[in-house]
């Protein structure tokens, strides 16, 4: 039997994964204590199991099974391997280890100011996250990241880690390298007080800088300046001449503030304007706007993007400029409808024609599934999905 522990979009993966080439009957889940059965921002898998007919059951029955693979994939409970009949028993970690062992992966890359992070695929041991490594992904962290950024992106390399080794790790025992105690860091669940975060006091700029980008999550939080939510921030050319957190100026947009070396530029939560800007093919508002959001792939409570915004309006400049900016063309909202199946709506109803081939130039899957299964294709007449992709030929 193959096990698939954990919560949201990678354990989901995972799952669908495991359909792929094991029936339903030969798979079991263990949810995480607080999964609610219903999809959010992130995918249930209690909801998935229950949508493709795979048991659930307890850890304590994964340990009396015999002749399983157990995958921990963002799982909340404490796994003792030497409970299992089986070595089979493996993890995804958001993070480089031996760096950043235990919680908050997301954050301490940024804030410690890293230029590139890791997911690892590592064997389950006694310690926390302290397994030999089977494989790992490094990958490249670009400065406009914040921590919502960080974590879609380990999402994205596990996905790729998952499917690569997936029918090794449930075959049999694969090869893997201990981990090394040089460059080893550990971080609890108390290392963050989330009730306490705020930016003032201001050490020096970068590091208020690397604090926004480290705890802006929508989801979850935006820090905030006298009570109005920050959504990122820069370094002025600027030294600073007044005591750290001393407002130098402030706009409708943003404020500038002291800190021990250089003077910050805290740019206001503004996602709200910049979406109807995309909407409107506003490109100069949308420029203008560009760092009053958290960063190109920041989303309203829909999943929404400013992408998806002006491919479905048909805004060629506005979604030019945000791919050219980073954006990405793949980031789905949150029933997995991507940007190229809303541009598909604008180039049908003849308020764009270039915007949906802008995308799939830059990249976009055409044979993307949204989280209900279906395609590009699956909401198209067999004409209407043959224009398209003579249009992409010519």
Known sequence: MIIIAGKNNIAVHGLELALKHFPAQALAVVC?????????????????????????????????????????LEFDQLVVPSRFSTPNVFNIHFSQLPAYKGMFTSVW??????????????????????????????????????????????????????????????????????????????????????????????????????????????EYQLLKWQGTPVASASILASKSTRKPGTVVQQTDDYVDIASIDFDVRLFFDRLPAMLEACERGDLETVIRLERNIAGYDDANEKGWTPLIVASYAGAYEVVSWLLKKGASPHRANHKGTTPLMYAKDAYLSGRCHKTFILLHQSGADLYASDYSGKQLSDYLTEAQFAELMTQLKN
């Open 109 to 218: 890359p940024l804030l410690h100011g890293k230029q590139e992070a890791g997911v690892t695929l590592h064997y389950v041991e006694a310690g926390i996250d302290t397994g030999d490594v089977v494989a790992q992904k490094v990958f490249t962290v670009p400065q406009w990241w914040t921590c919502r950024d960080l974590y879609f992106a380990f999402n994205q390399q596990a996905g790729q880690l998952l499917e690569h080794w997936f029918l090794q790790l449930v075959s049999g025992p694969v090869d893997a390298q201990a981990q090394a105690a040089e460059g080893s860091s550990y971080f609890s669940k108390n290392a963050i007080n989330y009730a306490e975060l705020g930016i003032a006091p201001v050490g020096t700029a970068w590091e208020c800088v690397n604090k926004i980008r480290a705890f802006s999550f929508r």
């Open 32 to 72: 995480n204590r607080n999964d609610s059965g219903v999809d959010t921002w992130q995918r249930s898998l209690r909801a998935a199991a229950e949508r493709y007919g795979v048991q659930e059951i307890s850890l304590d029955d994964a340990y009396k099974t015999t002749r399983c693979a157990f995958l921990s």
